[in-house]
């Protein structure tokens, strides 16, 4: 069998792969490293070996095999340009691909293909990207015909990165020839071309910025028009100022008298909107920044993509407010971006647009004011940026007065709408804000304040998930899988539709869960969801086959909000991707000693608004669920709920004290009985005739303590005199014995 199967391969299989394919036991992934040939007898497989290995045993679907070949030939730690000579020195290239595509629809495979198809595409990269093979390309673009175009598929697969060697040749004016050739292939490059001459055009001199602009005018894309307007303005040399509106009106002939600020906004709104035609290198970890000096040229300075638009966005939206500095939309799409860009920084790295000795975003946040700050948030309430609308909350509350805390931005008031945005983080802290600024009448939605305020006491930790299956037992394996990670689970929906009512019923989604829909309907149920008042900002994960894993997964790597994973995949995983889903889309689930803070902020709020007796956010309207928390809650939060109940001139209340100090025993019944005492005090006795009773039979009691505080309840009860002489005919009886 294994000789044959030998023959078959046309190789020399990794003895890893014979003894699986006997159906011997495999003792390691990575025996070929581990072993020792010259003690064992048996030479370690080569990298050819294991890379036709893997290709042969993935296309005759023995795929356990497979995965023991891949991982062992990973293991070995190729480099990426090394891994490119293996695949097309074998001259497996076409096999390779056609393999790796193939392996990425098979849930055990799909990770180990995803690395070498990495490897091999970060090796081709690296190849085209080398300066050195930049420079022999431009050399070519003047020789045979052949060699001029293997020449230019080189240079255009280099793209941003052939921009400061291309540059050179554009300007050669000792080389009429490469200079022609050089701008048809910037031109055929296309947009990856634009921001690097731009950025050029703007600092060169004359002749040079007269040239670039022609350029620009030719590739035609909409990403140079600021730059060649804002030449076309302050230029004071007529041709250079004749080339860019010549070049603008090629472009957009309705651009031409457009205001400069305008446009740069327009174009720092697409990189914030992290638009497909803005992003040179999607999928990828880094992008490309550009700056320009005359006497080195262009200079690339590598940026993680993850920060990458927010960095564009701030320093075309810094041009805008230069030219233009009132523009108030320039100034909050600027504050939003570097919010995000905060955000969004992973930890550790050194942003080279933000120097690490810069203020924080925050800083400019609160120093811009109440109103762009409304701008932050009303962007992040559209774009369901939870993230960002947390951190524009958090701004505002800082530095606004109750008055510009409810006011209109334009049609908009986005605090108030923050009330029902789709995630309880955002509604508890702008209830927060709008409650502590105690504003001094009524507006539209201030009936929302207070009952979300007294919903944090009680309902901040709990975690909603709902499953879209149309399968039962899917449903409940998936639904064990979330209960396991505290999410309580609504009943099952076959559609989004169906949920509705069960959504309805709680205070907001934290994850919706798709079991194995059918492919092509995922992009309807990611719309459905976002189009959704109460799912809007809700992260989906997708738990596809693995057939459609791969094209999923490629169509949604760069959502925050929407995460693919292959059905099969095991339930730590799942629960794994969940956790991390959840985590990236919205801070994560409110754990424990976030939710005692914000309870113990929201009744800080609500006792203050009690004791202003504030009649826009009437404090009375929490009083049910104040009531239920103080039957729930313990300790120093208890004793607040009752605080705040001891204000409330409701007879309710005051009952509802008094029982909770019944149900208590020592020092909490009687700091219970104190506050039954300040309610009786400001509104009368008007507690049950059962209740007066015990006051009296504990205020006749033996434990000192708890006796002098039943006694001083009596009297803020003001009880008629027969109660009283049982207080004094019982005093006596006690000191008698």
Known sequence: ??????????????????????????????????????????????????????????????????????????????????????????????????????????????????????????????????????????KKLTGTVQGRIRASTRLKAAGEYAMPQLLGALMDRDNPALRSEAQRVLVEIGSQSVIPLATAMVHSEPAQAERLADVLGLIGHRSALPFLADVKTSSTVANVKAAAERAMSRIDAGSVNAGVADLYLGLAERYYSQSRDVTSFGGEDFQLLWSYNPSSGLNMT?????????????????????????????????????????????????????????????????????GPGQSVLARA??????????????????????????????????????????????????????????????????????????????EASAKYAGVISRDNEQYQAIRKILEQDGYTVLSRGSSLSELDGPIAEVPAVDLLVAVDPNPADVPAIVTSIRGTTRTAATPLLALTTAESYPDLRRRYETETNVTI????????????????????????????????????????????????????????????????????????????????????????AQVALMDAALNASGSDRIDLMVKVASSAKRFGNQLEERQ???????????????????????????????????FILGGRSHQAQ
């Open 565 to 652: 994973r292959p059905l099969a995949t095991s339930p730590e995983a799942i629960s794994k991707a969940a956790n991390d889903l959840v985590l990236a889309a919205s801070g994560g689930p409110i754990a424990s000693d976030e939710a005692q803070a914000y309870a113990a902020r929201s009744l800080a709020v609500l006792r203050d608004l009690a004791v202003s007796r504030n009649t826009a956010l009437p404090v009375e309207e929490a009083v049910v669920p104040l009531i239920k928390s103080l039957t729930e809650s313990t300790g120093a939060t208890k004793m607040s709920v009752a605080e705040v109940l001891s204000l409330i001139g409701q007879q309710r």
């Open 381 to 458: 309430v559209d774009a369901k940026d939870t993230m960002l609308a947390r951190k524009a909350i958090g701004a505002i509350e800082r530095t606004a007065g109750s008055g510009a805390l409810t006011a209109r931005t334009g049609d908009r008031s986005p605090l108030v709408e923050a009330l029902t945005y789709p995630n309880r983080r955002v509604q508890y802290e702008a209830a927060l804000a709008l409650g502590a600024s105690q504003p001094s009448a009524p507006f539209a939605g201030s009936e929302r304040v207070v009952p979300t305020l007294a919903a944090t006491i009680r």
């Open 302 to 370: 590598g940026i993680r993509t993850s920060v990458y638009h927010e960095a564009m966005a701030m320093a075309l939206a810094e041009r805008a407010l230069t030219i233009d500095a009132g523009n108030q939309q320039a100034l909050g799409l600027w504050l939003a971006s570097n919010l995000r860009r905060e955000i969004q920084t992973p930890q550790g790295y050194e942003n080279p647009a933000y120097a690490a000795d810069r203020r924080d975003a925050m800083y400019f946040a609160v120093a811009a004011g109440a």
């Open 1 to 138: 069998m294994i000789a044959r199967t030998i023959r078959r391969t046309q190789s020399v299989l990794s003895v890893a792969a014979m003894l699986a394919v006997a159906g011997l036991a495999l003792p390691s992934v990575s025996w070929a490293q581990d072993a020792k040939p010259a003690e064992s007898g048996v030479k370690a497989a080569s990298d050819t070996d294991l890379l036709k290995d893997f290709i042969h045993f993935t296309r005759i679907a023995r795929y356990d095999v497979a995965a023991q070949v891949g991982s062992e030939l990973l293991g070995r730690g190729i480099k990426p340009k090394d891994f490119v000579t293996l695949v097309d020195g074998a001259g497996e290239q076409s096999r390779f691909d056609e393999t790796v595509g193939r392996a990425m629809r098979v849930g055990s495979l799909e990770p180990i293909a995803a690395a070498m198809y990495k490897l091999y595409e970060s090796g081709r990269l690296a190849a085209a990207r080398d300066p050195g093979e930049i420079a022999e390309n431009i």
């Open 692 to 726: 007066v009773r015990r006051v009296v039979e504990m205020a006749k009691g033996s434990d000192a303590a708890e006796s002098t505080a039943a006694a001083a309840l009596a009297g803020a009860l003001n009880l008629p005199n027969a109660d009283l002489i049982q």
